[in-house]
C-alpha cells in the first residue's frame, strides 16, 4: 500500500508539473501580415516588404534593435551607433586610397571596404509613438542612412522583436542590440573580430558572439547597483548551471552577433518572447553544436528601465523551466523541417 501511494504520488506529482508547464508556455509568436513590412525615410507612407532571413544576405551588418516605449532613450542610442559606423568607414576609405596610392599594385577593394549596413527598429507594440518618433529622426538626422521601423501590431516581448527582426533582415552578420544604449556600441570591432576568427571569414561559418559584462562584476559599474539587482545576477547564474548554460557567465547582455547562416539554424525554432529567449538561443546552439564565443564588452546603467525586479525574477524562474521542460520533453528544439511563422 505505502508502495502504491508513493507512485500514485509521484505521478501525481509528475501531472501537476506537465499541467503546469502546459499553462506556462506561451503561445506561438505569431507573426501578422503588417509586420511583414517596414516604413522608412524614402517610404514613410507606403510600407514596402521586408527580406527574409532565407534570402540571400544584401549588406554585411544587420543592426537589430528591439524598443518599447523609448522616444527618450532610443536617439542618443541611435547616434553613437550610426556614429561609430560611418567613421569606420571613412578611415576605411581613406586606408583604401593611402594604399592604392603608396603600393605598386592596385590591393582588392575588400581590403577597407566600407563595411555596408542596415539598422531595422522593431517597434514592439509602444504607446509613447516611438515608431513615429523613429521615422522622424531618420528623416531629419540620417536621411542617408537605411533606417527601417517596423511596427508589431501588440507588445509580446523583446524576445518576440528581436526574432522579427532577424527573421526580416539583410545582413551578413546580424547584431542584437539593446535601445537603451547601455553597451558601448564600438565593441561591434571586437565582436566582429571574434566572428572572424570562429567563420574563418567564411560566409557559410556559423556563429554566436555574445558580449559580456562578467569581467565588470567587482567594478563600481556593477557594485554600485542595487543589492536586488546583484542578488538577482548571481541566482541566475546559478540557475543557468543547472539549465546547460553554465559555460557562458553572461547570458543576458543585449549585446549580441549572429553569422546569418547561425541565425538561419536558431531564430525560426526561437518559442519565447520574453526577455529570457537569449537562453534559448544559446541551448539551440548547443545543440547544433554552432560555436559560441564571449568577449568582454564595456557597459553602463542607464536609468528609465522598464524591469520591474520582483517580477523579473519570477519570471526568470518560470521562464528557465518552461525552457528546459519543453526541451526535455521534445516540445521545444530543433525540428527536422525548420517551424514555419503563423501569420495572421
Known amino acids: 500500500m505505502l508502495l502504491c501511494g508513493a507512485l500514485l504520488a509521484m505521478a501525481g506529482g509528475f501531472l501537476l508539473i506537465y499541467m503546469l508547464l502546459l499553462i506556462w508556455t506561451p503561445k506561438p509568436i505569431v507573426t501578422r501580415k503588417s509586420e511583414k513590412y517596414y516604413r522608412s525615410y524614402k517610404s514613410p507612407d507606403k510600407p514596402l516588404p521586408l527580406p527574409q532571413l532565407q534570402d540571400p544576405a544584401t549588406v554585411d551588418l544587420s543592426v537589430v534593435i528591439p524598443a518599447y516605449n523609448e522616444t527618450e532613450r532610443l536617439p542618443i542610442m541611435l547616434e553613437q551607433t550610426i556614429s561609430h559606423l560611418t567613421s569606420v568607414n571613412e578611415q576605411r576609405e581613406k586606408d583604401n586610397l593611402k594604399n592604392n596610392k603608396t603600393s605598386k599594385e592596385v590591393l582588392p577593394l575588400s581590403f577597407s571596404r566600407p563595411r555596408t549596413f542596415e539598422v531595422l527598429i522593431i517597434d514592439d507594440g509602444s504607446t509613447d509613438g516611438t515608431n513615429d518618433a523613429s521615422l522622424d529622426l531618420a528623416r531629419s538626422k540620417y536621411p542617408d542612412i537605411d533606417i527601417k521601423v517596423v ?41 566582429w573580430e571574434a566572428m572572424d576568427d570562429i567563420t574563418g571569414g567564411d560566409e557559410a561559418g556559423e556563429g554566436v558572439v555574445v558580449g559580456s559584462r562578467a569581467h565588470m562584476v567587482k567594478t563600481e559599474a556593477v557594485v554600485k547597483r542595487s543589492l536586488i539587482r546583484n ?114
Open 151 to 191: 511596427n508589431m501590431e501588440l507588445n509580446q516581448g523583446k524576445g518576440a522583436a528581436v526574432r522579427h527582426g532577424m527573421l526580416y533582415s539583410s545582413g551578413q552578420q546580424l547584431l542584437m542590440v539593446d535601445a537603451d544604449g547601455a553597451s558601448r556600441f564600438q565593441d561591434i570591432e571586437r565582436l
Open 231 to 344: 542578488l538577482l545576477m548571481r541566482s541566475l547564474h546559478t540557475l543557468l548551471l543547472l539549465v546547460g548554460v553554465g559555460h557562458i557567465r553572461d547570458t543576458q547582455c543585449g549585446f549580441k552577433l549572429f553569422s546569418r547562416p547561425a541565425a538561419r539554424k536558431l531564430f525560426p525554432y526561437q518559442h519565447l518572447p520574453s526577455w529570457m529567449f537569449d537562453v534559448e538561443l544559446l541551448l539551440l546552439a548547443k545543440a547544433q553544436n554552432i560555436p559560441v564565443r564571449e568577449v568582454d564588452v564595456q557597459w553602463h546603467e542607464v536609468g528609465g528601465s522598464k524591469l520591474n525586479v520582483v517580477n523579473a525574477s519570477l519570471g526568470m524562474l518560470r521562464d528557465l523551466g518552461v525552457i528546459r521542460g519543453n526541451m526535455l520533453l521534445g516540445r521545444w528544439g530543433v525540428k527536422k523541417e525548420s517551424r514555419k511563422d503563423k501569420v495572421e
